[in-house]
């Protein structure tokens, strides 16, 4: 690799999308065999638990703590489909969807004994329709939040104050993160109740963006060089619905993708001009540098190059509109291998193997998008 890679700060950033997150789990397990671990993992809602897992071990517990909780939230559904066509294995996701909604997810949530109206108003029974206190047992067991906060690897996770509708990020840079602020991350209404922290109610992250990609662009701190491995579970890009069934599948990939490709596209423009910025400060005038004018635009300046490599959950044929809520071992573990396998074509490509510290700002490598799922 002719970059200077030793040198970036390298970062894990990981969208919300339920039992889809098996892929980030499986892609980071390629990534840290390839000498990738992150020294800065964000995460939103099941991205928050995948980052929570990950930062919250060190580096030789990571693969098998994940392991672990995906084989425990795929524990009660163990059966495989009978047949392999297209429609076999719709029937079979929309079964186990359906077992899942009825039961909940073993260490993950279960349904409430009483349905929400039948609760006293204004209590957390009242406003969800699963208890979540299960998944409060297994970070307990499976994330060393002493490690988590020890700044070994920093963590960041988002969500949304519930009476404000403000995005609010946890970060171990600034804070104690504890197992409330994971799950505040992943509390999606109305299915989850919304979690207190300091007297305030939060709600999952993926309510205002499903992506903490703008936090790690923008508000990290001062800018260096960085290498952020972007991991969604959502494409913004799919086929024109023909069903009923096909718009909420395709709805649910607009509202979540979070448009993350033109999010970035904009970044790499900012990006470029901040340091054409930076280049023009040895260049000025003296008298140029006092006026108000440059003080601004010099405090915009940035020499960071930064290299966003791009890497997207792709939905298959037989994809139905409960994909992020199907369970199922076979296709938990399906995701998973999707996921190590994007990662290990990337790493081979040799768009990442030759590239180069980037002359403008930013890299952007999407290396996987035209793959058939």
């Known amino acids: 690799m002719a970059t200077s890679a030793g040198q970036e700060k390298k970062v894990l950033v990981l969208q919300g999308g339920g039992a889809l997150g098996s892929y980030q789990a499986g892609a980071y397990g390629a990534l840290a065999e390839a000498g990738c671990a992150p020294d800065w993992v964000a995460g939103i809602s099941i991205g928050a638990i995948n980052a929570s897992i990950i930062a919250g071990n060190p580096p030789e517990r990571r693969v098998a703590r994940l392991r672990k909780f995906w084989d425990m939230v795929s524990s009660r559904l163990l059966l495989e489909p009978v047949a392999s066509d297209t429609n076999s294995r719709k029937l079979f996701n929309e079964i186990s969807a359906a077992f899942v909604a009825t ?7 279960e349904p409430r004994l009483l ?3 039948l609760n006293p108003h204004g209590t957390v029974e009242a406003i969800s329709f699963y208890d979540t206190n299960p998944l409060q047992a297994t970070l307990t067991d499976l994330v060393d939040f002493d490690y988590l906060n020890s700044g070994a690897v920093r963590l960041s996770v988002g969500a949304v104050q519930v009476r404000t509708g403000n ?6 840079a600034n804070e104690v993160v504890g197992p409330e602020h994971i799950m505040a991350s992943g509390a999606l209404p109305p299915g989850f109740p919304p979690v207190i922290i300091d007297g305030e109610a939060y709600w999952d992250g993926g309510l205002v963006s499903n992506t903490p990609l703008q936090y790690v662009l923008d508000g990290g701190g001062p800018r260096t060089d960085m290498c952020v491995f972007q991991l969604d579970l959502f494409s913004a890009k799919g086929p024109m619905p023909e069903t009923l069934f096909d718009i909420t599948q395709r709805e649910k990939d607009i509202r979540y993708s979070s448009r993350t490709r033109l999010n970035t596209d904009v970044f790499r ?4 001009m901040r340091r054409a910025i930076r280049r023009l400060e040895s260049r000025m005038p ?10 601004l635009l010099s405090s915009l300046g940035c020499s960071a190059a930064i290299t966003i490599v791009h890497l997207i959950h792709r939905r298959a044929a037989y994809s139905t509109q409960s994909n992020d809520y199907e369970f199922s071992r076979y296709t938990v573990e399906e995701h998973w291998r999707d996921g190590r396998d994007d990662v290990e074509r990337t790493l081979r490509h040799p768009a990442w193997i030759n590239r180069e510290r980037p ?10 998008k035209e793959l058939d799922p």
Do not use: R
């Open 115 to 117: 349905p929400p109206l």
């Open 167 to 172: 995005m609010k990020y946890f970060d171990t």
């Open 286 to 295: 003296a008298e140029f540098k006092e006026s108000l004018d440059w003080h």
């Open 103 to 109: 039961l909940g997810v073993p260490g993950f949530f």
């Open 359 to 368: 002359t403008t700002g930013v890299a952007v490598l999407d290396l996987t």
């Open 269 to 272: 423009e900012l990006q470029t």
